[in-house]
């Protein structure tokens, strides 16, 4: 079964820079669009960032500019580039295809941002 797996989270201070994994089972660019959802306590999961086959990138205004998605063949991994880390950006963080497939959510990876 294909899975994708997450991992890269932690506690970072304000304006500091984390790198977010998400390993896939299979081939990753057997998935025409991949795409990176966090969920902050209390509220919905949300699109913040997501690659076509072909490259090209699309970001959620509240990421713009500080979150860099690419993805690399050889390790069949999809990464999130995150800089200029703010309390806000406080969430767990999953990969998924976009649209969301259901049994393709994992655990997820938690992103903490607190001095």
């Known amino acids: 079964q294909v899975q994708l797996v997450e991992s890269g989270g932690g506690l970072v201070q304000p304006g500091e820079s984390l790198r977010l994994s998400c390993r896939a089972s299979?081939?990753?660019?057997?998935?025409?669009?991949l795409g990176w959802f966090r969920q902050e306590p209390g509220k919905e999961r949300e699109l913040i960032a997501y690659?076509?086959?072909?490259?090209?990138?699309n970001y959620a205004d509240s990421v713009k500019g500080r979150f860099s998605i690419s993805r690399d063949g050889a390790k069949n991994t999809m990464y999130l580039q995150m800089s200029s880390l703010k309390p806000e950006d406080t969430a767990v963080y999953y990969c998924?295809?976009?649209?969301?497939?259901?049994?393709?959510w994992g655990q997820g990876t938690q992103v903490t941002v607190s001095s």
């Open positions: 299979t081939n990753i660019f057997s998935f025409g669009r």
């Open positions: 690659i076509i086959s072909n490259g090209l990138t």
């Open positions: 998924n295809t976009q649209p969301p497939i259901g049994h393709l």
